[in-house]
């Protein structure tokens, strides 16, 4: 009796390389969802079989967009040319303020995208209009706490 060990166990794939290639074309560095990268890469599968094409990727990963950094070159010597020039300041005489900003329809920075770990990360812009939010401010000193304003 001889075993045939080209034979192949179990149900074949739904994607051919092909469609998979298309897959992993749409994937990376995009905040596509599942579905997205299905319509986008024109299969007739569900996004299950579209998840384990993306998973069997050692390359591409589900990843949290990290925030831009705003400030400018320009404005990093300006700040440090203020913290030198204040260096021997009597600080006991100066008032230090502080914001803090809530946004009340849900928080910042639950962006995610599929990143492909052999480019660059992506950066997603913070928003700078809508939504409802709430403005704390606090002054202080070394000695006197100030009023909080809302």
């Known amino acids: 009796m001889s075993i045939d060990v080209t034979s192949a166990q179990g149900r074949s794939r739904k994607v051919t390389a092909r469609d998979e290639w298309k897959i992993l074309r749409a994937a990376p560095n995009s905040t ?19 998840w384990r094409a993306v998973r069997r990727c050692e390359n591409i990963t589900k990843q949290a967009m990290n925030k831009a950094l705003r400030i400018a070159d320009r404005h990093r010597e ?17 008032v230090f303020s502080d914001e803090k900003k809530f946004n009340l329809d849900g928080p910042d920075g639950n962006k995610y995208y599929w990143r492909d770990l052999r480019r660059e990360p992506v950066y997603f812009s913070r928003r700078t209009f809508g939504g409802g939010s709430l403005m704390v401010w606090d002054a202080f000193r070394n000695v006197v706490l100030g009023l909080v304003v809302v």
């Open 32 to 50: 596509f969802s599942l579905n997205q990268i299905r319509s986008e890469s024109n299969l007739s599968v569900s996004k299950t079989t579209v």
């Open 78 to 94: 300006v700040r440090l040319e203020f913290a030198n020039m204040n260096l021997g300041r009597d600080w006991a005489k100066v």
